[in-house]
């Protein structure tokens, strides 16, 4: 698992978006900081410095393209609210967490 998961095309393209070039950096900043380990965004953004909302937008699509997973729900440490997402990009982390993807109820 090297660095070229970390730059993989699927992550990272803005075809036909015309965003701005500094986005793409920002947004790999954003994968990395959440591959080392699972983390809330608000931790993402003290640690990167990036803005919580563009860290949402990031989140959001990565979501569409299940290359990020909720790892478990906790207490942020920083802001000390409870039920906050854990997020992992690391797909390593994304086997230990298929049971919490389980609706409730379909036992």
Request: charged share 20%; glycine share 6%.
């Amino acid at each position: 698992m090297g660095s070229n998961q970390l730059n993989s095309p699927k992550v990272f393209s803005h075809k036909g978006q015309g965003k701005s070039t500094h986005f793409q950096p920002q947004m790999q900043r954003v994968f990395a900081a959440f591959y080392k380990q699972p983390k809330t965004m608000l931790m993402v953004e003290v640690e990167t410095g990036i803005m919580r909302s563009n860290i949402t937008r990031y989140v959001a699509k990565w979501k569409k393209q299940d290359c990020i997973k909720i790892v478990r729900l906790g207490i942020c440490p920083i802001s000390k609210s409870a039920g906050v997402q854990f997020l992992t990009t690391n797909p390593e982390l994304f086997k230990s967490i298929v049971e919490l993807s389980k609706p409730k109820g379909d036992e």
